[in-house]
Every structure is written in C-alpha cells, then in structure tokens.
Nanobody, 124 residues
Framework: QVQLVESGGGLVQTGDSLRLSCAAS????????MGWFRQAPGKAREFVLG????????TSADSVKGRFTVSRDNAKNTVYLQMNSLKPEDTAVYYC?????????????????WGQGTQVTVSS
C-alpha cells in the first residue's frame, strides 16, 4: 500500500515553468514505478510521463516531449514533474500514480495507486 500526495499546481502564463511534486508514504517507494497523468475537463485521463523504479528509464507522451521531464528521489520518497514552456492546452488536473510493475506503462489500468491530483491552469 502506498499513499500519494501531489503538490505544486497553480495558475501560470503561457511559456512559464512549474514543478509538481508527488510525495509517497511507506518505506518501499523504490519498488514502485511511477507515472504522471493529466485530465482536462470533458476529456479522458491521459498519460504524460513515466519513470522506472530506479529512475534510470523514462518515457513521455509526444505532446510533452522536450518540454516536460520526470525525475525521482527515492531517498525522499518523491517523484517530480518539471514542466517548461507551458501552453494553454496543458491545463488539466495532474495525477501521479504508482505501479508495482516496471513503471513505463501508459495505460491508467497499469497503475494501482493514485494521488488526489493537483490543478494546473495555463492562461494565454
């Protein structure tokens, strides 16, 4: 069992940067692959970025490639989402999720544990 709490969301302007954090409870954080997803109003939840248990491997959606990066600090039980060059279409609730699998899955069903989400709004 792991509990996830996201933070760092807010209202920013086009072109700004923002870093989201996801703090995990428990002593086995390093045994979970982690993912970031987002959900805009009226749309399905979509994959953004994934990171393996060790943090060595990552994968990203084409829509954020070159702008967003994911990292993790297993000593701090935290995974980060660095978002640069934000666009209005990045506006969504952002969720972190954990899987006992490798962690590079892009399907919501691959992840067992979810945070409550944090709102990111990008104004034009």
């Amino acid at each position: 069992q792991v509990q996830l709490v996201e933070s760092g969301g807010g209202l920013v302007q086009t072109g700004d940067s923002l870093r989201l954090s996801c703090a995990a409870s428990g002593r086995t954080f390093s045994s979970y692959g982690m993912g970031w997803f987002r959900q805009a109003p009226g749309k399905a939840r979509e994959f953004v970025l994934g990171i393996s248990r060790s943090g060595i491997s990552t994968t990203s959606a084409d829509s954020v490639k070159g702008r967003f990066t994911v990292s993790r600090d297993n000593a701090k039980n935290t995974v980060y989402l660095q978002m640069n060059s934000l666009k209005p279409e990045d506006t969504a609730v952002y969720y972190c999720a954990a899987t006992s699998g490798y962690g590079l899955g892009r399907l919501t069903g691959s992840y067992k544990f979810w945070g409550q989400g944090t709102q990111v709004t990008v104004s034009s």
